[in-house]
């Protein structure tokens, strides 16, 4: 185990700013995406508007999330827990070994939660799910 001393600071400001804006943004892509697909499903449908907004209310929550594909819903689940741990302070850090996730990789995935080394062994289901 090498020393995290070091290795565990809080982002700068402007770094977290930066996080929340990209994740906002990829966020704002999926649900763009759902919102299109809910604009071509809705031609198909030979029915009412007022049902239409009846059966959206009641069926709004539901069908959001199984709309999605699985990859998209997993996506802006991570995505939005990443925006929590944006708020709680906790964004950043590596869950199960506590270090700090290297910025070059939250600059290619913001919404990571592992180091390398973890993301490496859950993938090969060795790591146990602290969530
Ligand atoms: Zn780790």
């Not at 402007?14 to 071509?40: A, C, M, P, W």
């Not at 906790?90 to 996730?101: E, K, T, V």
Request: aromatic share 6%; hydrophobic share 30%; proline share 3%.
């Amino acid at each position: 185990m090498p020393s995290t001393k070091q290795a565990t600071k809080r982002l700068a400001k402007s770094s977290i700013t930066r996080f929340r804006q990209q994740l906002e943004t990829r966020r704002q892509e999926i649900l763009n995406l759902y919102e299109h697909d809910l604009e071509v499903g809705k031609g198909s449908e030979d029915i009412e508007a007022d049902d239409l907004v009846d059966r959206a209310n009641d069926a709004y929550n539901r069908e959001f999330m199984l709309s999605f594909s699985g990859g998209e819903r997993e996506r802006l689940r991570e995505i939005e827990a990443a925006l929590e741990r944006l708020d709680d302070g906790s964004y950043g850090f590596c869950q199960p070994c506590g270090i700090n996730i290297p910025q070059v990789r939250l600059k290619a995935v913001p919404w990571a939660r592992y180091c390398i080394d973890c993301q490496e062994r859950d993938e090969q289901g060795l790591l146990v799910d602290v969530d």
